[in-house]
Each structure stands twice: as structure tokens, then as C-alpha cells.
């Protein structure tokens, strides 16, 4: 089934703490999978992906983890700041002839100083 | 470097008034196009997208209607306004196994 599970659905951390973000899915054509951030008003922002070939990418603070066998991943935000209180959405892709990017319902994030 | 454009910013419609929507994407050639729909404080639904000019594939109907004039232009209309349609609008471009990258969206209030 072409779906995208996120949770949770709003998450409040302290500045400076860790931020963890997953997803699930059911698809096992799906071959990549990209996180955005999006601020009020404003469109998606690419922020991380991996393709299914990878178990972990890093940039900066942030890493987002994939594990296949258990169809899951995550993002993890690092000595968390208040400018990264936004909206976070995982998506998905399949394989080769896909061109629909499926995202999940979102997670809203709020940083407190 | 790439960058892409929509407009309006923001449209205030009467219902059962027509819609149209644009976005321009420079600097990349031939690029993949996509349009999306986000309601308020909701997910992304993809709607159409398009890899050539002149070819639109539609991934859900919304009574909405999108058209490729130009390789770097994309739009999306309809003819008659529904109260559903309210919501955001984002233009997108990338490829099929490559990023995508939204542009900074369209405000649409129906009323």
C-alpha cells in the first residue's frame, strides 16, 4: 500500500536536547526517501534523504537512520534550537517508473529556549 | 542556479469563479514539473505532474485541470471554484530519480 505513517504528530523539546522523528511504510518499492522542513507560509524545504542502498546519512545536526528490514526511518535533530521549530514531513518514492512522492502527515516541532 | 517562481502569492476567490494558478521554473532544462495541494495544517497531496512539454498526468482529481505551455512554465486552472479548494498550492520541479524542490506556494481562499 502506497502509504507514509509519521509520528508523532507535534513534538516539544528543550534547546539543546535531541529531536527524534519517525516514519513507517509498507511499500517495499520505495528506494528513497527524503525528509523537508516547512515554515508557516511557506513551501517545503529540502532538508535530508537516503536512498534504500544507505542505512545512514549525516548533515550537520541532522542524521536521518533507514532500516529495511523493519520498513522504518527516522530523523534526528541534534542540540535541538528554536529556528528549527517548524513542520517536518517524511515522503517516499518508488522505484523506477514512480513519479509520485507520497509524504506523511507531518510532525510539528517546537523548540523551547 | 535554479530557481522557480509562483504566482499569485495569494488569491481570494468567489466560488464557482475560475482559477488560474502559475510557476516558473529558470535555469534548469527541461525540468520535471509537479503540482501539489496542502489544506491547512495538513500533509502534501500531489496532483499532477509533468515531464515534457505539452504532457500532464493527473495523480488525483480535484476538478482541477493543469496544462505545460512552455518547458519551464506550468499551470493549473479550472472553471468553476469549490469551497474544498481553498488550501495551498506548490509548484515543484526535480526529476524521477532525483530531488524535488518546492517553490514558495500559493495562498487560495475560497469563499
Known amino acids: 500500500q502506497q502509504q507514509v505513517r509519521q509520528s508523532p504528530q507535534s513534538l516539544t523539546v528543550w534547546e539543546g536536547g535531541t529531536t527524534v522523528l519517525t516514519c513507517s511504510y509498507e511499500d517495499s518499492t520505495f528506494n528513497y526517501f527524503p525528509w523537508y522542513q516547512q515554515f508557516p507560509g511557506e513551501g517545503p524545504a529540502l532538508l535530508i534523504s537516503i536512498l534504500s542502498v544507505s542505512d545512514k546519512k549525516e548533515d550537520g545536526r541532522f542524521t536521518t537512520f533507514f532500516n529495511k528490514r523493519e520498513k522504518k526511518l527516522s530523523l534526528h535533530i541534534i542540540d535541538s534550537q528554536p529556528g528549527d521549530s517548524a513542520t517536518y514531513f517524511c515522503a517516499a518514492r518508488g522505484s523506477s517508473g514512480s513519479w509520485q512522492l507520497i509524504f506523511g502527515s507531518g510532525t510539528q516541532l517546537t523548540v523551547m529556549p | 542556479a535554479q530557481t522557480i517562481h509562483q504566482w499569485p502569492v495569494a488569491e481570494i476567490k468567489a466560488v464557482g469563479s475560475p482559477l488560474s494558478l502559475g510557476c516558473t521554473i529558470k535555469?534548469?532544462?527541461?525540468?520535471?514539473l509537479y503540482w501539489y495541494w496542502q489544506a491547512t495544517g495538513g500533509t502534501l497531496q500531489q496532483l499532477f505532474y509533468?515531464?515534457?512539454?505539452?504532457?500532464v498526468e493527473s495523480v488525483v482529481q480535484l476538478n482541477l485541470s493543469a496544462s505545460r505551455p512552455k518547458d519551464d512554465q506550468f499551470i493549473l486552472s479550472t472553471e468553476k471554484l469549490l469551497l474544498s479548494h481553498s488550501g495551498f498550492y506548490l509548484c515543484?520541479?526535480?526529476?524521477?530519480?532525483?530531488?524535488?524542490?518546492f517553490g514558495k506556494g500559493t495562498r487560495l481562499t475560497v469563499v
Open positions: 515543484a520541479w526535480g526529476g524521477q530519480n532525483t530531488e524535488v524542490f
Open positions: 509533468s515531464i515534457t512539454v505539452g504532457q
Open positions: 535555469g534548469k532544462s527541461s525540468p520535471n
